[in-house]
């Protein structure tokens, strides 16, 4: 079955170049140029992947509030943002709202391509951990089920997108042992700046200070890299 890719986007002429891109590579794709009509159907049906546009129509920030209300759904649907606006403040406000990626539409097609690839790809593989007998991982405080993708902090859940589970995983797997952002790249099977990574790494922390404000679990290595060193009690 193909897998079903929602791409929300005001304009039409880019709307239907990225629609032929994606059928060309064997997707079923799913057009929408604003934010009501996209949210209307993802309300109902989730698909596997969403490619949003930030500024819809006379919503600057359209995109954002639809990202809102699809994580609020569900906390592991793949979400990138395609948009002209090429900001550090907007990265870093889209990937805090939950998005696993955000790119400018003066990036390739077969890069971004390779980017919905790596995230499906990703998705299939948590879908066939499913079947398997559970895989938890504990760390002190900290539980991760595997191939549930849930985490849980003193018990109490962590809700992470798929891109920021992958990385606590590779962080928490060798407690003390630092990681740098090529390698927490290849742990969430993705291609991100470095100033991506650390978004993606701060949000981590404050998902984590909402269940517990004194969690320090995920130290700095100042120039290297960051690692897991939580304190048992």
Known sequence: MKKQIVLVEDEPAIRENYRDAFERRGYSVAVYGDR???WKTLKTALPDLAVIDVGLGDEPEGGFELCQDLRRLSATVPI???TARDSDIDSVHGLRLGADDYVTKDMSLDHLLARVTALLRRADAWAEALQQPDEVMTRGRLTINVDRMTVAWDDQPVDLTVTEFWMLHALARHPGHVRNREQLMQAASTVLDDNTVTSHIKRIRRKFQQVDPDFD???TAYGMGYR??????
């Open 80 to 82: 990138i943002f395609l």
């Open 36 to 38: 009501q009509s996209a």
């Open 217 to 219: 679990g995920i130290q």
């Open 228 to 233: 897991w060193y939580a304190r048992e009690v």
